[in-house]
């Protein structure tokens, strides 16, 4: 709103049914998808609706179209936010990916889904590079919070967004934000919580010179001495995540 920016970009919500713990947002600030649907209507630089969720009610209410739709879903013609928070959250939940190149062979025992390099790159994951510490089950995130040095200024010694410590004002928590999940992970550059990183490249490159130092690196962070070719595969291995079937289009006409 008014040309204003934020200072993170938006995670992805695929397989968002699937968390973990229900940690929501790179901070962790929302509790549930219903808390984190409503979040970017009321944010005031996002769709500034600082009033809610009444005001988003009664605006929505306004709009005779959508009666029929909240008759049907909820019994009633009434709008109201929590019922907008429930609706936009059963769309979410609908946001799975699966089936991809990785998925076929390792479930599908598919030996031709995936190339050599993949299959070496999943062995680094889940071995050498120890991936699966924070990126873990099948949704690759642990929905827990690390440091990873990103947005760390070693001049003034402060992090340009303090991340999880806003939330539990916590020392521990300076600096950490929340594993992101690595499903269709290719389709959002670019990467971590402030898009500082512009491919999965220097990613996987950051991870392998043990993150960036400051006084709240996560003791999981250390350098990996992972070889360029070794990097690669990862690399691979990680754009074999690309999956299917939550792909729809988007409406052509909304209720008047």
Same mark, same amino acid.
Request: charged share 25%; proline share 6%; net charge negative.
């Given at each position: 709103?008014?040309?204003?920016?934020g200072?993170?970009?938006?995670?992805?919500?695929?397989?968002?049914?699937?968390?973990?713990?229900p940690?929501?947002?790179?901070d962790?600030?929302?509790?549930?998808?219903?808390?984190?649907a409503?979040?970017?209507?009321?944010?005031?630089?996002?769709?500034?609706?600082?009033?809610?969720?009444?005001?988003?009610?009664?605006?929505?209410? $306004?709009?005779?179209?959508?009666?029929?739709?909240?008759?049907?879903?909820?019994?009633?013609?009434?709008?109201?936010?929590?019922?907008i928070?429930k609706?936009?959250?059963a769309?979410?939940?609908t946001?799975?990916s699966?089936?991809?190149?990785?998925?076929?062979?390792?479930?599908?025992?598919?030996?031709?889904?995936?190339?050599?390099?993949? $299959?070496?790159g999943?062995?680094?994951?889940f071995?050498?590079?120890?991936c699966?510490?924070?990126?873990?089950?099948n949704?690759?995130?642990?929905? $827990?919070?690390?440091?990873?040095?990103?947005?760390?200024?070693?001049?003034?010694k402060?992090?340009?967004?303090?991340g999880?410590?806003?939330?539990?004002?916590?020392?521990?928590?300076?600096?950490?934000?929340?594993?992101?999940?690595?499903?269709?992970?290719?389709?959002?550059?670019p990467?971590?919580h402030d898009?500082?990183?512009?491919?999965?490249?220097?990613?996987?490159?950051?991870?392998?010179?043990g993150?960036?130092?400051?006084?709240?690196?996560?003791?999981?962070?250390?350098?990996?001495?992972?070889t360029p070719?070794?990097?690669?595969a990862?690399?691979?291995?990680?754009?074999?995540?690309?999956?299917?079937g939550?792909q729809?289009?988007a409406?052509?006409?909304f209720?008047?």
């Amino acid at each position: 709103i008014g040309g204003q920016k934020g200072r993170g970009k938006a995670p992805s919500l695929v397989n968002q049914a699937d968390a973990l713990l229900p940690h929501f947002f790179w901070d962790g600030r929302a509790g549930s998808l219903e808390d984190q649907a409503l979040g970017p209507i009321g944010n005031p630089i996002e769709m500034g609706m600082t009033n809610m969720p009444h005001a988003l009610g009664d605006k929505l209410s $306004k709009i005779e179209g959508y009666r029929p739709y909240f008759r049907s879903a909820f019994g009633s013609d009434e709008i109201t936010g929590e019922r907008i928070a429930k609706a936009i959250v059963a769309y979410e939940q609908t946001r799975m990916s699966g089936n991809s190149a990785w998925d076929r062979w390792r479930y599908d025992r598919d030996e031709k889904a995936v190339s050599e390099e993949v $299959k070496q790159g999943h062995e680094l994951f889940f071995g050498k590079a120890k991936c699966r510490q924070c990126h873990a089950g099948n949704n690759f995130t642990d929905s $827990k919070f690390h440091n990873l040095g990103v947005g760390w200024d070693p001049v003034t010694k402060q992090f340009s967004d303090e991340g999880r410590f806003v939330v539990t004002k916590n020392e521990t928590d300076r600096g950490a934000f929340k594993t992101p999940t690595l499903r269709d992970v290719t389709k959002h550059p670019p990467y971590l919580h402030d898009g500082s990183e512009m491919s999965l490249r220097e990613v996987v490159e950051l991870y392998n010179r043990g993150g960036n130092k400051n006084p709240y690196l996560d003791v999981k962070m250390e350098p990996l001495r992972l070889t360029p070719a070794e990097v690669d595969a990862i690399v691979a291995f990680l754009e074999s995540l690309e999956g299917e079937g939550y792909q729809d289009k988007a409406p052509q006409a909304f209720p008047q």
